[in-house]
């Protein structure tokens, strides 16, 4: 006979898996699954991150004006380029590269507090750069004073002052 009875109080011959093994277990396989859904959906929709990344930090300059205003700074004037900027976004195709270089001045402009005169202005520039045309609604006088973005001119420029 190889059938054996489990008799009470004597240790069997299968080992259960504790419940905290099994809890921990199943919480790892699960960040596993949801990291990796989201590096997939970071590679198949690039455009959806830079744009929500632009968007946040238009946002933030808006918000930031709106409870602490600058001096020298007309607020409405940054609003509507701001405002308009947002619609822009919208729009179905981007171009990435210009999104990608108004990021990455805007986030060295929107981490320099207190905010300046100066550095409010260089965001609307690099937000005209990013899509000209809003220069007339941001109250520029001539396209030639707004540089085109095909390198990263506008980080430059904005970035080393």
Aim: hydrophobic fraction near 40%; charged fraction near 25%; include cysteine.
């Amino acid at each position: 006979m190889t059938d054996q009875v489990n008799v009470p109080g004597q240790p069997s011959g299968k080992k259960k898996m504790s419940k905290g093994c099994l809890v921990a277990i199943i919480i790892v396989g699960s960040i596993i699954v949801l990291g990796s859904i989201g590096i997939g959906y970071v590679c198949m929709n690039p455009d959806t991150i830079v744009t929500a990344g632009a968007r946040y930090m238009v946002v933030e300059m808006k918000n930031e004006l709106a409870n602490n205003p600058v001096e020298g700074v007309d607020g409405d004037r940054f609003n509507k380029v701001a405002d308009a900027f947002n619609v822009k976004m919208d729009e179905p195709e981007q171009d990435l590269e210009k999104l990608g270089l108004f990021a990455q001045a805007a986030g060295g402009i929107v981490q320099d507090q207190p905010y300046t005169a100066e550095r409010v202005e260089d965001f609307v520039i690099a937000m005209v750069a990013c899509y000209p045309d809003l220069e007339e609604l941001a109250g520029f006088p001539c396209a030639s004073d707004i540089e085109e973005v095909t390198d990263s001119t506008i980080v430059d420029s904005v970035m080393t002052e």
